[in-house]
């Protein structure tokens, strides 16, 4: 980018406009993708005909790391609206996911640079909700770090337009859900 946009989002929007592969993958800029998450990802994409798949995540508090957002259910069982409401119910809306690019571009769906925080929750909920397969990987994706230095990060700082910010949020995931 010409300069820092402020989110991830521009920057993220601007990778799609420019992919060119079958399926894309966001990760924030503090984690850390584990060396097979891709290869694991894109051959369960590819096998299961998936438009979207995720995984769970390690989460490292800068003390200890341990195992978040694992889906213990048989997930290939589930109904699609099943398996959107899991998803919702059991894993953060973190950006980690492997997504079919076309998804992407015949819905129009980007990230909204609108928002400081909760993009990645419209976001996921958008994907979701035009997903026809949806798939949940038993890896672990990512590693989450929740700490990397001693200043809170944008997520963890709160002021009158990140409570706005979550207020938007969850209301648009419940329309975009509604569907």
């Known amino acids: ?43 369960e994409a590819n096998n299961k005909n998936a438009d979207i798949t995720r995984g769970y995540l390690i989460a490292d508090d800068g003390n200890n790391r341990y195992e978040a957002n694992r889906i213990n259910v048989d997930f290939d069982s589930l109904s699609r609206k099943d398996r959107i409401e899991i998803i919702i119910q059991k894993q953060s809306t973190t950006p980690p996911a492997l997504i079919r690019r076309n998804i992407l571009y015949k819905n129009n769906i980007k990230w ?46 709160y002021g009158s337009r990140e409570l706005k910010n979550h207020l938007t949020v969850w209301q648009t995931a419940q329309e975009k859900l509604a569907k």
């Open 112 to 157: 909204d640079s609108s928002l400081r925080m909760g993009e990645d929750t419209i976001f996921l909920c958008e994907v979701l909700s035009m997903a026809k397969n949806i798939v949940y990987v038993d890896h672990p994706t990512y590693i989450y770090n929740k700490k990397i230095n001693e200043e809170a990060s944008s997520t963890q700082s």
């Open 1 to 43: 980018m010409p300069k820092n946009s402020g989110s991830p989002s521009e920057p993220r929007n601007t990778g799609i406009s420019k992919a060119k592969g079958e399926y894309v993958f966001f990760l924030d800029c503090d984690d850390e993708i584990f060396s097979d998450t891709l290869l694991k990802h894109f051959h």
